[in-house]
């Protein structure tokens, strides 16, 4: 009985073990790195992930987690950080960007992503300025 217990015992220790070996590898291996976006590329996701969106210039959140997106037709993209990749989503129309204090509320309209706040430092473009509710 006593040695029944002690293989469980030794058992879960090298499954715990190799648990932190695995997460330790991974770690090793960069996926615990935050994805890092630049003008052209929050500019090349929106295109690529919305159908008919022609960008023109985006302005990026601070440390590059996240950007709004111009199109050449004027309408806006939020390209927002999700795990290790990014979620695009088309802002609905004119007064959904919102300056608050830590940077700016963007009303997406969605029922899991109804609004969030992107930190775009001041001042904002030209462009982003007629977007403003």
């Given at each position: 009985?006593?040695?029944?217990?002690?293989?469980?015992?030794?058992?879960?220790?090298?499954?715990?073990?190799?648990?932190?070996?695995?997460?330790?590898?991974?770690?090793?291996?960069?996926?615990?790195?935050?994805?890092?976006?630049?003008?052209?590329?929050?500019?090349?996701e929106?295109?690529?992930?919305?159908?008919?969106?022609?960008?023109?210039?985006?302005?990026?959140?601070e440390?590059?987690?996240?950007?709004?997106?111009?199109?050449?037709?004027?309408?806006?993209?939020?390209?927002l950080?999700?795990a290790?990749?990014w979620?695009?989503?088309?802002?609905?129309?004119?007064?959904?960007?919102?300056?608050?204090?830590a940077?700016l509320?963007?009303?997406?309209?969605?029922?899991?992503?109804?609004?969030?706040?992107l930190?775009?430092?001041?001042?904002?473009?030209?462009?982003?300025?007629?977007?403003?509710?």
């Amino acid at each position: 009985m006593r040695l029944a217990a002690t293989c469980q015992t030794v058992q879960i220790l090298l499954s715990l073990l190799a648990i932190l070996a695995l997460a330790a590898f991974a770690w090793a291996l960069g996926f615990h790195a935050s994805p890092r976006l630049d003008e052209a590329g929050a500019m090349a996701e929106a295109s690529a992930v919305l159908p008919g969106f022609r960008a023109q210039s985006a302005v990026l959140a601070e440390n590059g987690r996240g950007a709004l997106v111009q199109a050449e037709d004027g309408s806006l993209a939020a390209v927002l950080p999700l795990a290790d990749g990014w979620v695009v989503r088309r802002l609905p129309a004119r007064g959904a960007v919102q300056p608050v204090e830590a940077g700016l509320r963007l009303r997406l309209d969605e029922p899991m992503l109804r609004s969030t706040i992107l930190r775009i430092p001041s001042p904002h473009p030209d462009w982003l300025e007629g977007h403003f509710a």
